[in-house]
């Protein structure tokens, strides 16, 4: 069955340490996407990125980062020089199709990590 | 910069009520889906919609909870009737075959 594992329910740093969020995946796919989206304490879902199974390279964008490697099943997300602003829950999530015969999937969630920047 | 959105963002009943919640995905996305968000199951899959032909509502109780796409712009969550247990975070989400796009939910409180 697929499964995301968000294994840190809260981490709490001061604002411009660098902090890594942790997901380990299931799945027997092999074709798959990852997902990590970012829910602020305003509450709507916020979408950062989407990683193809066949794409292992790491990606960057600005303070952000990915690290995706299939070898351990992990989609590893690293904020650096974090800040206030980055106080969110941020969802690690897995696509799982719905049938052999349909091209859509649907999302399979970890429970969260909950983010404290402090100042 | 196009969104979901959704109606209404808050809303208080009372048990036995009829409550509807409406979406509009983002323009030319076929998929929609709707969740529920809440602290002890966290984000579960309710329903899902294609081109708006219903394709899968497994995760949702059929006996209260109905879910329609009566057009490309809307879609439509009901539950009737309400019971405290359906407090929660509703969210729909509208995609491409590859990524969701989340509105900014709708918090029901039923008491």
């Known amino acids: 069955a697929q499964k995301v594992t968000q294994a840190q329910t809260e981490i709490s740093v001061v604002e411009k340490e660098d902090v890594t969020l942790d997901c380990v995946y299931e799945t027997r796919d092999t074709t798959y996407y990852l997902f990590w989206y970012k829910q602020p304490p305003s509450g709507e879902l916020v979408f950062l990125i989407r990683r193809n199974s066949f794409d292992e390279q790491n990606e960057i964008s600005g303070r952000y980062s990915w690290n995706f490697q299939k070898s351990t099943s992990s989609f590893n997300f690293t904020i650096t020089a974090s800040q206030v602003v980055d106080s969110a829950v941020y969802f690690c999530?897995?696509?799982?199709?719905?049938?052999?015969?349909?091209?859509?999937?649907?999302?399979?969630f970890g429970s969260g990590t909950r983010l404290l920047v402090r100042p | 910069d196009a969104r979901v959105t959704q109606t209404p963002r808050h809303k208080v009943t009372e048990m036995g009520q009829e409550v509807t919640m409406r979406c509009q995905p983002i323009l030319g996305h076929n998929t929609v889906f709707w969740y529920r968000q809440t602290m002890m199951q966290g984000l579960e899959l309710l329903a899902y919609f294609r081109n708006r032909a219903p394709l899968d509502d497994s995760g949702m109780p059929k006996d209260r909870f109905s879910a329609e796409m009566p057009d490309a712009t809307l879609a439509t969550l009901k539950i009737q009737p309400s019971e405290p247990r359906d407090s929660a975070v509703y969210f729909c989400a509208s995609g491409d075959q590859e990524t969701q796009y989340f509105g900014p939910g709708t918090r029901l409180l039923v008491l």
């Open positions: 999530a897995l696509s799982e199709a719905f049938t052999l015969m349909d091209s859509s999937y649907k999302l399979i």
